[in-house]
């Protein structure tokens, strides 16, 4: 009897135990005595990134001194990781009060689900007048803003100067300058041009670039708006040309299978000479202590050479980085946005002297002490014809998952520019 | 205690915890993630029900049945290389001098996570600097292979690194069931003048067919829902030629924002998983078991 006794208190325990391991972790959120928590998410780890942690933590500091009674609670994950985590938060309607979003077609699925706060009051309120143009515009939906952007990124091709003289090379001007280089410099076994089409974006520029210097600033656009075509004869040909860089060679070998991460350090190791990326690379040629002086020195960058005398130099593919967002039912929404327009203010000067960022708010380029380089794609910048939005930024993301798979496809010679362009007519009809 | 065993009440009482839990953790989810599968779903805003319309996308869709015919390669693959490890075990658990070294040696990449073991690939195929293609051309190939962006090549390519992660864990499996056997039995065998391969195909092989089977399912379930390597490697790239099943699903759910679709294709993982399980238990269950 006394055994039996025993015997049920025991399962009734562990019935207790499974039922207590189910309930729980709902409490920690209620702050009581007027203290309020900003949860804010970013991406950049002390690890990685640590000057952009570096910045991210010294504003946070600011803000919370000077904001009695407002903590901020940031969560920090890398890129991949971060992309995964707020998708998942988002299904469970849990997001933080304040995040980073990319623009576009990031966005949109958000915006639809009522997700993201409209910041149309901080951009025509506090912050009137302080984005460079163009920039706000991919994060607005429907006529409202939904995100507000931190970075500017324009594509330029870097090369590597040293390797240059020894040959006796000049930065190309025109579509042919840049083939002769190839060949001289493989000529000589040197790679021309380290890319890392792993990530595919990378070599989705170089099609861009083409395609803006054959087709003009509009063509690429159009095409994926759905208001022309990607069977353009200019687009078709940007396809050519691409497949005709990788036929000769220009690109290193077996570009398909290797990370932009590697692609990079081979650029840097000086076995490639030149390195088509956008302006969130420039600290690593300037200002970045870890990568030796000698090797800063030696690199320059140029635009993308016209094509058969089209084109203009002066138009760029890039677009904004990320921005940050407002979660719609947060808590503490006034609080959030007061964070989210002290935050944009403080990190446009910030950005530059500090992580050698070109943030998408106006900066006073003159009165700060800034590496040569910056001053020319700030100078670049303001001479700008033509912004065109990184290809699979504009695309919503099943079209763009089919231009990025293409993009590899068209460097293996794995279709003809024509199938290229006949997969994304197929991919963008499906598009509403 | 038997009183209490035969008392439905308590039977029911003892098995409630665990059944609570793989209810809430195993088919909760499971049927959830069938029920996402019927719906129009792109994972953030309001769900549409749209019937079968997913699955039967999925059974019409080229990149999934490429993705399958990739994942069933992988279980191929596994499931033959499993006569590599037995082999070796079998060579591990004879009395060879270094026997222990080597056995360690071989646990090594199961002591390394698949990202790590990802990276390291990662360098070995890199196409100019790899240590594989300067060894390949330190030997006078001219163009050796670009491993992991060739098309034709990739997939058999990241199948080294994955059969490599998992030799230690089947060898280990195996050098312990080939332990348990009684010596006696082999030294009878050899009183008989047995050779040692008629030792290993006669008398071992067959005192261990139970826990080769065991490993059979293993490795066939094991490579159908793979998933890291393949993501960390090659994303399934270039254009899909190392996809399999899980990070095709994967991609559809998480890159290109259509989760609907992708957990329509996580269940029919699931159901083509099950119907090959139940297909091997079949062929493998007519021996009865071996007494020693």
Known sequence: MKKKAITTLLSLAFILLALVGCSGAEESNSASDGEKTIEFMHLWPEGSSAKHNKIVSDIVADFESQNEGITVDVEVLSNEQYKDKIKVLATSDELPDVGLTWAAGYLKPYVEAGQFAPLDDLLEGELADSFVSGTTEPYAIDGSTYGLPLELNVANIFYNKAIFEEYGLEAPETYEDLKNVITTL??????????????????????????????????????????????????????????????????????????????????????????????????????????????????????FPTVNGNGDKDSFVGGPGVGMFVAENSDVKAEAKEFVSFFIKEWGEKSVKEAGVIPATKVDAESMELPQMYVNVLNDLNNASNLTLFADVQMNPDAAQVHLDQIQALFGGEVTPEQFAEAHEEALSKQE | MNKVMSNKWMIA????????????????????????????????????????????????????????????????????????????????????????FLRKIYLIPMLLSSVAIAQLWI??????????????????????????????????????????????????????????????????????????????????????????????VLAIV?????????????????????EVMASYMYKLAFSTNDFGYGSAIGFLLLIITLIVTVIIRRLTANDEEVQY
């Open chain 2, 123 to 216: 360098k070995v195929f890199n196409p100019t600097n790899g240590i594989l293609n300067r060894i390949l051309l330190f030997f006078g190939v001219e163009k050796p292979p670009i491993w992991l962006a060739n098309p034709d090549i990739v997939l058999y390519a990241i199948f080294i690194p994955i059969l490599w992660q998992y030799a230690g864990f089947y060898i280990l499996i195996y050098y312990a069931a080939l332990k348990n056997i009684p010596n006696s039995l082999i030294e009878a065998a050899k009183i008989d003048g047995a050779s040692p391969i008629q030792i290993a195909y006669k008398i071992k092989l067959p005192l261990i067919m139970g826990v080769v089977k065991v490993t059979i």
């Open chain 1, 186 to 303: 493989k000529e000589n076994e040197v790679a021309p041009i380290a890319l890392g089409n792993k990530d595919s974006w990378t070599g989705s520029m170089w099609y861009m670039y083409f395609a803006d210097r054959i087709g003009g600033s509009e063509a690429l656009t159009k095409a994926i708006s759905g208001d022309g075509s990607f069977e353009d004869p200019a687009l078709v040909k940007a396809a050519e040309k691409v497949q005709e860089l990788a036929d000769m060679g220009a690109f290193i070998r077996g570009t398909n299978g290797i990370s932009d991460q590697e692609a990079k350090s081979m650029f840097m190791n000086e076995q490639a000479a030149m390195y088509l990326i956008a302006t969130w690379d420039l600290p690593n040629y300037t200002t970045n202590e870890q990568v030796p002086q000698e090797f800063r020195d030696s690199v320059g960058y140029f635009k």
């Open chain 2, 222 to 242: 094991g490579s159908l829902k793979y998933f890291d390597l393949i993501y960390v490697m090659t994303g399934g790239g270039p254009n899909g030629a190392s």
């Open chain 2, 13 to 100: 009482i003892y098995i409630l915890p665990a059944l609570l839990l793989v209810g809430i953790l195993i088919f909760i989810p499971l049927i959830l993630t069938a029920y996402y599968g019927l719906m129009d779903w792109n994972g953030i805003g309001a769900m549409e029900f749209i019937g079968l319309e997913n699955y039967i996308n999925a059974i019409q869709d080229k990149n999934f049945w490429d993705s399958a015919l990739h994942s069933f390669l992988l279980a191929i693959f596994s499931t033959l290389s499993l006569a590599i490890y037995l082999a070796v075990s079998m060579i591990l658990a004879s009395k060879i001098k270094g026997a222990d």
